[in-house]
Structures are given as structure tokens and as C-alpha cells.
């Protein structure tokens, strides 16, 4: 298998174009199939997640083809399985998110338990609590999930804990269901906002309301539709830390603000630089980093996805920053490297009064071995190694580490990275990094 062999030192300097969001990419392309005629989505990121699916939704014989460099085009018209093998769908964790359109055209869909990034058991609880309120069955069988219905019927339901996947499952379910469909404690990420307008293109009637409530008011039918993509607001994150943790000047194009916000504030608070344009946002180094506390929280909060990357950054700061994780039970696993790259951090579990209102993940599930919170004695002088990557954003973070790092690094298991990031070793190299994947 290949590895990526990184010399640290060098600041990154440059301008990079972020594609289309990987947590919307996906998703849009099943809930593509919820329609009658062909769909085209546009400005794709060329990553491994969606070649997945893309296998995916050519082996359930609907129709699905690049058109250009940025695009792809599906036609769910010569859809005709409502199975997906294992082989198959335990190679990410979108295979769930396929039951909705196989409910929807066939009354039945068996999927695989959905595979992916190990950070922390997913909670498909709440999944499949909202199918059945909406009229389906869904049963483990042979490690499947077999879900049938008579037709789904529009219902209220209100999720017990924010759940993203969750809400964009729900929604693609209630689109064709007959009635009005409430979804409460509705989750609010921009991707969500994406698939939302995507339906709507094609015909749905989905609007958010106060207070964490979406409304679908379920139609007959869909039709295909050509949507943009929004940008990738974890890429941006990953160069903007990568660009200030070495001391360097980027520009990253496209970046949305608003889809920042949370992470803007943190880097105002550690007295990072950053400048909003029409072409994007700027990120830059302007002077000794200084330590801040960051806690992970539901949309509009701090992302989860951020804080790997964000820990990096802290080991470069003056003092000792505080990370608390509350989205993921296990979202630590790059401390162990960090630590063997020079920075001094301690794993513990902090004081928390109501931890089942805290914490969004199921605290009965939670594993007596991991540790909720973080903290980083900075700044630390990295020293490179070899390392493994476990997960997409541990890679990025193993990456940027060593970027920072005395020496030569050897990274292995890039496959995870090469599932979220497009060509990152090229576009870090254009930028002046000493990357080589080998």
C-alpha cells in the first residue's frame, strides 16, 4: 500500500480551491435516486467516498457516469435491486442512507451494516425509530438490516439526541411519504440545508422552521434536477490549521464564512489571521499563537470533524488549551502519535454534572477505556516518525503534524485520507509542502 514520506519545515504559502462538500457529495447522489428522470450535480470532489457510491448505485442498476471533471449524471430510471451486499456497503457508512429511495421505489431495502471511521459507536437507533414512526419495519437479520413498509405515511417525530445522518435520512423518507411529515430537534448543518434545496429542485416540499423543526409536506413524485454542490467546510479547516500551524499564508477559495463561524471565533480567540474576500477567506500566521479552550458541540457549534485538526494547531500554541469532545466517544485516537511526535498531552475524563445532557452520543454505550477531553502543553517542538492513519481526519491531522515536524515522516494507511481529500499531497505540494506519496 502506498504511503505519503513528509519533510517538515516549510510553510505553506499559496491559494487552493476546495470541491464539493464530502458529508453533502454522497447523499445527494442517493437521494438522486428518489427521483423519476436523470439528474446532474455539479462541482464533485474526486475522492474515494463517491466512487464508492457511485459502485453503489451502478450495481442497483440505475444509471451513474462522470460528465466532465466536475460533474456526474444519474438516472435512476433503470433502477431494478433493492439489496445492497456487503462487499459493498460495509466499505463506508452510507449504506443505511440508501433505504429511504429502495423503501420508496421497491417497499423494501437490505443493506449491510454500514462500515467507515472508527470514532465511536453511531447511534442507527434513531434512524430507525423515525422510519418506523413513519411506517416502515426495519429488523436485523444476518448482519442486514431489512426494512419494508405499505407505504410510508407523513408522521411527527422528534429525535432524542441531534443526529446529522439521521435528519438527511428522515428527510429523504418523508419526501414521497402521503401527509406532513415534522421532524423535531432537527439537525441544522449546512450540508443538511444542500439536500434540502436538492429536493426542492426536484420537486419536494421541505422547509425549516423555528426551533430546530423541518417540515415535508410529501408529493407524488419527483423529477431530476441539476444542483451545485456546496464547498467542503472540513477541507477548508484542514489547509486553513495546515497554512497557520506552519508559519505560512493561504488562500482558500471558495470557503463560505457562514460555514465557519464557530472555527473564525477560536481562531480570533488564539490570535490567528484570517481575511473574508469575494474569492474566499485568507489564513495566516501573524505572531505567537496563544492557548484556548475548545468544546465540541452540535451545529452551530465547534465540528467534531474540526477538532483532530484543531489539536495540532493547540500544540503550537503558548500555554495549555483544553479540547472536550461531546459529539464522538472515541475521536482521540491520534493522541498517541502527537505524543510520540514531542507534545505533551493528557487524556481525562472532566467533571460533568449531567453527562446524558452533555454528551450527543449514547452514554450508556460509552466505553470505560475513552476519554472525553484533551490537554495540550504547548508550543511543542515535533519530531518526525512513522505512523498509521485510523481514520480520515486523523490522517489530515498526522499529516499536518508532520509538516511541523524535525525530519522526515512516513504515513501509511493513506487510503482513509484519499476517501474525504482530493489529491491532498498535490495540492499541499503546490503550496510549497514537502509531500511525496509513495
Given at each position: 500500500?502506498?504511503?505519503?514520506h513528509?519533510?517538515?519545515?516549510t510553510p505553506?504559502?499559496?491559494?487552493v480551491?476546495?470541491?464539493?462538500a464530502?458529508?453533502a457529495?454522497?447523499k445527494l447522489?442517493i437521494?438522486?435516486?428518489?427521483?423519476?428522470?436523470?439528474?446532474?450535480l455539479?462541482?464533485?470532489s474526486?475522492?474515494?467516498?463517491?466512487a464508492l457510491?457511485?459502485?453503489?448505485?451502478a450495481?442497483?442498476?440505475a444509471?451513474v457516469?462522470r460528465?466532465g471533471e466536475?460533474?456526474?449524471f444519474?438516472?435512476?430510471?433503470?433502477?431494478?435491486?433493492?439489496?445492497?451486499?456487503?462487499?459493498h456497503?460495509?466499505?463506508?457508512?452510507?449504506?443505511?442512507?440508501?433505504?429511504?429511495?429502495l423503501?420508496a421505489?421497491f417497499g423494501k431495502?437490505?443493506?449491510?451494516?454500514?462500515?467507515g471511521d472508527?470514532?465511536g459507536?453511531?447511534?442507527?437507533d434513531?434512524h430507525?425509530?423515525g422510519?418506523r414512526?413513519?411506517?416502515?419495519?426495519?429488523e436485523?437479520?444476518?448482519?442486514?438490516?431489512?426494512?419494508?413498509?405499505k407505504?410510508?405515511?407523513?408522521?411527527?417525530?422528534?429525535f432524542?439526541k441531534?443526529?446529522h445522518?439521521?435528519?438527511?435520512?428522515?428527510i429523504?423518507?418523508a419526501v414521497l411519504?402521503k401527509?406532513?411529515?415534522?421532524l423535531?430537534?432537527a439537525?441544522?448543518?449546512?450540508?443538511?440545508?444542500d439536500?434540502?434545496?436538492?429536493?426542492?429542485?426536484?420537486g419536494?416540499r421541505?422547509?425549516?422552521?423555528?426551533?430546530r423543526v423541518?417540515?415535508i409536506d410529501g408529493?407524488?413524485?419527483?423529477?431530476?434536477a441539476i444542483?451545485?454542490?456546496?464547498?467542503?467546510?472540513?477541507?477548508?479547516?484542514s489547509y486553513?490549521?495546515a497554512?497557520?500551524a506552519t508559519?505560512?499564508d493561504?488562500i482558500?477559495?471558495?470557503?463560505r464564512?457562514?460555514?465557519?463561524?464557530?472555527?473564525?471565533?477560536k481562531?480570533?480567540e488564539?490570535?490567528?489571521?484570517y481575511e473574508?474576500?469575494?474569492?474566499g477567506?485568507r489564513f495566516?500566521?501573524?505572531?505567537?499563537?496563544?492557548?484556548?479552550d475548545?468544546t465540541?458541540?452540535?451545529?452551530?457549534g465547534f465540528m467534531t470533524?474540526?477538532?483532530?485538526l484543531?489539536a495540532?494547531l493547540?500544540?503550537q500554541?503558548?500555554?495549555?488549551s483544553?479540547?472536550?469532545?461531546?459529539?464522538?466517544?472515541?475521536?482521540?485516537?491520534?493522541?498517541?502519535e502527537?505524543q510520540a511526535?514531542g507534545t505533551t498531552?493528557e487524556?481525562?475524563?472532566p467533571?460533568v454534572?449531567?453527562?446524558e445532557?452533555i454528551?450527543?452520543?449514547?452514554?450508556?454505550?460509552d466505553?470505560?477505556?475513552?476519554?472525553?477531553?484533551i490537554k495540550?502543553?504547548?508550543p511543542?517542538?515535533?519530531?518526525a516518525?512513522s505512523?498509521?492513519?485510523?481514520?480520515?481526519?486523523h490522517?489530515a491531522?498526522?499529516i499536518?503534524a508532520?509538516?511541523i515536524?524535525d525530519?522526515t515522516s512516513?504515513?501509511?494507511?493513506i487510503?482513509?485520507?484519499d476517501?474525504?481529500?482530493?489529491?491532498?499531497?498535490?495540492?499541499?505540494r503546490s503550496?510549497?509542502a514537502n509531500?511525496?506519496?509513495?
Amino acid at each position: 500500500m502506498p504511503s505519503f514520506h513528509v519533510t517538515g519545515g516549510t510553510p505553506l504559502h499559496g491559494s487552493v480551491r476546495i470541491g464539493g462538500a464530502k458529508n453533502a457529495s454522497y447523499k445527494l447522489m442517493i437521494a438522486s435516486l428518489l427521483a423519476e428522470s436523470e439528474s446532474r450535480l455539479l462541482n464533485f470532489s474526486q475522492i474515494a467516498d463517491v466512487a464508492l457510491v457511485s459502485k453503489i448505485i451502478a450495481y442497483l442498476g440505475a444509471g451513474v457516469s462522470r460528465a466532465g471533471e466536475r460533474a456526474i449524471f444519474i438516472d435512476p430510471s433503470s433502477l431494478t435491486k433493492h439489496t445492497i451486499d456487503k462487499e459493498h456497503g460495509e466499505q463506508g457508512r452510507f449504506s443505511t442512507m440508501f433505504i429511504p429511495p429502495l423503501l420508496a421505489k421497491f417497499g423494501k431495502a437490505i443493506v449491510p451494516v454500514p462500515g467507515g471511521d472508527k470514532i465511536g459507536k453511531r447511534p442507527l437507533d434513531r434512524h430507525w425509530d423515525g422510519l418506523r414512526a413513519l411506517g416502515a419495519e426495519v429488523e436485523y437479520k444476518d448482519g442486514m438490516f431489512v426494512a419494508t413498509t405499505k407505504g410510508l405515511v407523513g408522521a411527527t417525530y422528534r429525535f432524542p439526541k441531534n443526529t446529522h445522518t439521521g435528519t438527511e435520512t428522515l428527510i429523504m423518507a418523508a419526501v414521497l411519504a402521503k401527509g406532513k411529515t415534522i421532524l423535531e430537534n432537527a439537525a441544522m448543518e449546512p450540508e443538511i440545508d444542500d439536500l434540502i434545496d436538492y429536493l426542492n429542485g426536484m420537486g419536494a416540499r421541505v422547509r425549516r422552521r423555528a426551533h430546530r423543526v423541518i417540515e415535508i409536506d410529501g408529493v407524488e413524485k419527483l423529477h431530476g434536477a441539476i444542483h451545485r454542490l456546496i464547498p467542503d467546510r472540513n477541507e477548508a479547516v484542514s489547509y486553513a490549521c495546515a497554512a497557520i500551524a506552519t508559519k505560512g499564508d493561504v488562500i482558500i477559495e471558495n470557503a463560505r464564512h457562514e460555514h465557519l463561524t464557530s472555527f473564525l471565533e477560536k481562531l480570533e480567540e488564539i490570535g490567528a489571521g484570517y481575511e473574508v474576500g469575494n474569492y474566499g477567506i485568507r489564513f495566516f500566521y501573524k505572531g505567537p499563537l496563544q492557548a484556548a479552550d475548545v468544546t465540541t458541540e452540535i451545529e452551530p457549534g465547534f465540528m467534531t470533524d474540526w477538532q483532530p485538526l484543531w489539536a495540532t494547531l493547540a500544540s503550537q500554541c503558548e500555554g495549555v488549551s483544553v479540547i472536550h469532545e461531546t459529539i464522538m466517544a472515541n475521536r482521540f485516537q491520534y493522541v498517541s502519535e502527537l505524543q510520540a511526535m514531542g507534545t505533551t498531552i493528557e487524556l481525562y475524563n472532566p467533571e460533568v454534572a449531567h453527562p446524558e445532557k452533555i454528551y450527543n452520543f449514547d452514554i450508556e454505550n460509552d466505553s470505560p477505556e475513552y476519554r472525553h477531553a484533551i490537554k495540550i502543553h504547548g508550543p511543542a517542538k515535533l519530531k518526525a516518525g512513522s505512523f498509521t492513519v485510523k481514520d480520515l481526519r486523523h490522517g489530515a491531522t498526522l499529516i499536518m503534524a508532520a509538516m511541523i515536524a524535525d525530519g522526515t515522516s512516513i504515513i501509511s494507511g493513506i487510503e482513509h485520507v484519499d476517501r474525504g481529500y482530493e489529491s491532498l499531497d498535490e495540492r499541499l505540494r503546490s503550496m510549497g509542502a514537502n509531500i511525496v506519496r509513495k
